[in-house]
């Protein structure tokens, strides 16, 4: 079973086929990750929070729920979760959004890392899309947004399985680092062929 970890700012890219596993788990506490997935067969295809959110009428993970595309396509399914507060409604981080919280940036923003991918695949947009925030705990008060320390506990995890030919990118947030050493892995992701 390939597995990679990473540390706050850093990125993985994973490709995966039907049926495949793919897990995303926190090595310590108070880490995020987010992920996003383009569909293998052409990656201007990609998974959309929005229409996920409203298909299966949730704003957080569920195990059996479906993450969907903007094409209206199945990308990937959660089939374990052992935390149930993650955030379908939040962009990914910005340096925008590290100085409008006064939080210090470690390494590359999630935007950048998910930019990076996207370029290098001939889509230099700038527009990123909305992530699945692993871990993300929006703090919503008085109509104004924020964010909570993240949620995860050393061993929390969130297993999905591939509905589609699909490429996963999971970037380890910079600014809900669980570690005060930059250099320390935050994030463990693991996947395997479903005939492995």
Not at 114 to 131: D, I, Q, S, T
């Amino acid at each position: 079973m390939p597995d990679v970890t990473l540390t706050a700012g850093s990125a993985a890219a994973i490709s995966l086929s039907p049926g495949d596993a793919l897990s995303v788990r926190a090595i310590v506490a108070g880490q995020v990750a987010e992920l996003v997935a383009h569909s293998a067969a052409d990656p201007r295809e990609r998974l959309s929070t929005l229409l996920t959110g409203l298909a299966e009428e949730a704003h957080t993970l569920r195990e059996g729920m479906t993450l969907w595309s903007q094409e209206y396509r199945p990308l990937l399914r959660v089939e374990e979760l052992t935390n149930d507060e993650h955030d379908l409604a939040l962009e990914a981080c910005t340096p925008w959004l590290g100085r409008a919280l006064g939080a210090e940036l470690v390494g590359d923003c999630c935007w950048t890392s998910f930019r990076a991918w996207l370029e290098g695949e001939g889509l230099p947009e700038k527009w990123v899309p909305y992530p699945v925030g692993i871990f993300k705990r929006a703090d919503e008060r008085d109509g104004r947004y924020g964010l909570r320390p993240g949620s995860s506990r050393p061993g929390d995890l969130v297993r999905f399985s591939a509905a589609s030919a699909c490429t996963v990118l999971v970037s380890a947030c910079p600014l809900t680092r669980g570690a005060a050493d930059p250099a320390a892995p935050v994030i463990e992701v693991t996947w395997n062929e479903q005939n492995s």
